[in-house]
Structure formats: structure tokens, C-alpha cells
């Protein structure tokens, strides 16, 4: 790649930036995400383009994206925004980037309340709105409710649900704090759940990049959860279900947490894609 033309094709520029992020050791379908999102081309479009010449000042860009990527900034953060199901979030250092194992949490909302016309619905810890919106535009006709500790994170999440024309309502709150005797069918949150003590072997792209105060928890990553079997069923219709995130190894703990707490309620835990426990669902 050291004889890279100084305008090369849409191809050889993807292949340039697969070869510094190689030689980084990091994914090299970061260059293909990068050059998608500075062309605004689909898939489709930069196959159909991968032969033409890229514009010199796309190209710049594209060389300065490639390098920050390089240097350890995660590639949805350069861009701006990232994907998640099926729609674009603008994200900055405010939010945590949405993924993937988060819209198999939102997909079994969907896929158990598919016959439900109407919802009250909350997200606890929205971050960049990513769950709360997705269900908005799933489910027109829910009345979506989305919290976060976080007065930046909230500007973050009020941005997308502008720009996505979703009408969701905000509310800055620790848990239920701000949320006083309001009750709803669905609660649903991906909240905080590293526990201090695994930063050693975190990726350094999420340490130094994504906001702690949305990664890390107290009492082994559980101190979330701990307060939420506390409180949760008071802020639930009756049969009200509860849908949470956790973390992979953490399954049988937050479980056990819900089954004491809540005794007379169905506690379910779901594997995502890889086969690890990782959601929770409490149906009260």
C-alpha cells in the first residue's frame, strides 16, 4: 500500500485503511463502516462506485478518520452516529455506542408484546435513546418514557428523537427518583454493569472513550440491579413486565436476585446469539 495514487478508487482507499487498521491489530471493517458513512453511500452504492475515483477532500477526511481509528478512537465516535436497529444515532463521548446484543433486548420486547396495540413503556439509562426509539418506530402507538441520570446524554438522545421525528418523552432521573408514582406496562433498560475491578482487561477503546459513569457499578457490577428488584414493582401496572441487559458471566446472580425479591413473579433469563446469558425478563 505504499504506492497508494494520491486520488485512488473508492476500492483502494478501503484497502489502504484495511492495511493500517491491520497493522494496528484492529478490525479492518472499521475502514469499510468509515468510508460508508464520510460517502453517504449504501452498501450497494460503493460497489457500484468502488472503481471511480474518491473526491480529494472526501479523501482527506477519510485518511484523518482512518488514523484517529488507528489511534484507538472507536470508528462509531469519528463518524458521529452508529446503526442500531435499523435506524442512525447520532453518539458522542456523552453516550455509549449502542450494540448489537441491545437490539436482541428490544427485538424480544417487540416479539413478546406483538399483539399489544397500546403500552406505556420506560428506558431506564437511555443514553443516545437508542432502545426507547427503536420501540417508538416499531410501535407507533406506545407512549415511550426515557431516563438517565445524565443531562448530556439526555441532550444526545433529545437530538436523535428530533432528527428520527419520534415523539418520546424525557425525563433526567436516577432510576425512578424523578418519576414519582407513575406506572407502566413495560420497563425495559441496559444499564450499567462492568464491575471496577475488570477495567484490566477492557477493551482500551471503551476505557478511554465511552463514559464510565454508563459502564461501571458498584458491588461486583449488580448494584443496578440490586436497586431495581427493590423498587421496580412498584412502578409497574399489574402484570407488568421488566426487560433488562447484563452482562455475560452475571446471568445467574441477577437472576437470583429477582426470585428472592420478587417471589411471586416468572423470571426468565435469554442467551443472545453467541449463547450467553445475557437478558433478564420479569413478568410480575
Not at 477526511?61 to 447520532?90: C, D, H
Not at 413503556?121 to 437511555?126: A, E, K, N, S, Y
Not at 409497574?236 to 455475560?248: A, D, I, N, S
Amino acid at each position: 500500500m505504499t504506492n497508494l495514487p494520491q486520488q485512488p478508487t473508492f476500492f483502494e482507499a478501503q484497502q489502504w485503511a484495511s492495511f493500517c487498521l491491520k497493522a494496528a491489530k484492529l478490525p479492518t471493517d472499521a475502514g469499510r463502516f468509515l468510508l460508508l458513512g464520510l460517502s453517504q453511500f449504501d452498501q450497494t452504492q460503493l460497489l457500484v462506485h468502488y472503481r471511480d475515483l474518491v473526491p480529494l477532500e472526501l479523501w482527506a477526511k477519510f485518511q484523518v478518520a482512518t488514523q484517529r481509528v488507528v489511534a484507538g478512537e472507536p470508528a462509531q465516535y469519528v463518524l458521529g452516529t452508529a446503526p442500531f436497529y435499523g435506524l442512525t444515532f447520532k453518539v458522542t463521548p456523552a453516550v455509549l455506542i449502542p450494540r448489537v446484543e441491545t437490539e436482541e433486548l428490544v427485538d424480544w420486547v417487540l416479539t413478546d408484546l406483538v399483539t399489544t396495540p397500546t403500552a406505556t413503556v420506560l428506558d431506564i439509562g437511555t443514553g443516545s435513546g437508542a432502545i426507547a426509539l427503536s420501540l417508538k418506530h416499531e410501535r407507533p402507538t406506545w407512549q415511550l418514557t426515557a431516563s438517565d441520570i445524565s443531562a448530556a446524554a439526555l441532550s444526545v438522545a433529545r437530538e436523535n428523537a428530533a432528527r428520527l421525528k419520534l415523539a418520546v418523552s424525557f425525563v433526567a432521573s436516577d432510576l425512578f427518583a424523578q418519576l414519582g408514582s407513575q406506572n407502566f406496562d413495560v420497563i425495559v433498560s441496559n444499564p450499567p454493569y462492568i464491575a471496577t475491578d475488570e477495567k484490566a482487561v477492557m477493551d482500551a477503546s471503551v476505557l478511554n472513550y465511552e463514559p464510565h459513569q454508563a459502564l461501571f457499578a458498584e458491588h461486583a457490577g449488580l448494584a443496578i440491579y440490586e436497586q431495581l428488584a427493590q423498587q421496580v414493582a412498584s412502578h409497574l401496572t399489574p402484570h407488568g413486565r421488566l426487560y433488562l441487559e447484563f452482562g455475560y458471566h452475571q446471568g445467574a446472580a441477577i437472576q437470583q436476585l429477582f426470585t428472592k425479591a420478587l417471589p411471586t413473579a416468572h423470571v426468565t433469563l435469554r442467551q443472545d446469539m453467541a449463547g450467553h446469558d445475557r437478558m433478564l425478563r420479569v413478568i410480575l
